[in-house]
């Protein structure tokens, strides 16, 4: 079970992720160019938000199968803070938490808008918040905190 997470966990990242640059950038070209706020962007904002809270709950399934994860909790005193264990056990998991309520946060706040301009602003500056945590946060082959593959086959 705990595989099959952590490969899901590894797929939906990627899902997650193109929807997140892609609806920044369109945000971010609606904001400037005056256009209207389409139903097409509301949902892609919805989808944006769905994928986030999907890898959030196989955040969880993974976080409490986790060796690594478990091993930090149980050793509290004696990890190494710059080890996977706190990366997994805490880092990772405090920073991709906050980057979800961030991305939940820009769609709830965007839909509150009256104008489509404030709509595409909103929904620009909260993602690329979100996408900068969750690009800090990912452990990437070259990442100096955790380095996993790029695709867990
Ligand atoms: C935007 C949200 C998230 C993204 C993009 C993300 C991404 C990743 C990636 C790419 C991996 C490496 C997968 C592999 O080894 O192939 C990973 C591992 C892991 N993630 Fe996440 N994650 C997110 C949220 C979370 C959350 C919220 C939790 C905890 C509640 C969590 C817990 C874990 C754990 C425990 C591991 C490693 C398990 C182990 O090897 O023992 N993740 N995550």
């Not at 805490?90 to 991709?96: A, E, K, Q, S, T």
């Not at 929904?123 to 690329?128: E, K, S, T, V």
């Amino acid at each position: 079970m705990f595989i099959l997470f952590l490969t899901l966990h590894s797929f939906v990242r990627w899902i997650l992720l193109l929807f997140l640059i892609y609806t920044t950038i369109k945000a971010y070209a609606g904001w400037k160019s005056g256009k209207e706020f389409s139903e097409a962007d509301r949902w892609l904002g919805h989808w944006t938000n769905t994928f986030a809270q999907v890898q959030l709950t196989l955040g969880i399934l993974v976080f409490v199968k986790s060796a690594l994860a478990k091993y930090f909790w149980a050793n509290l005193n004696e990890v190494a803070l710059d080890s996977e264990a706190t990366f997994f056990g805490l880092f990772h998991m405090v920073g991709m938490a906050l980057a979800v309520t961030v991305i939940s946060i820009a769609v709830g706040s965007s839909k509150r808008q009256k104008e489509d301009q404030a709509k595409f602003k909103k929904l620009f500056q909260w993602f690329l918040l979100a996408i900068i945590i969750i690009l800090i946060f990912i452990p990437w082959p070259f990442s100096p905190l955790a380095s996993r593959p790029w695709i867990r086959l």
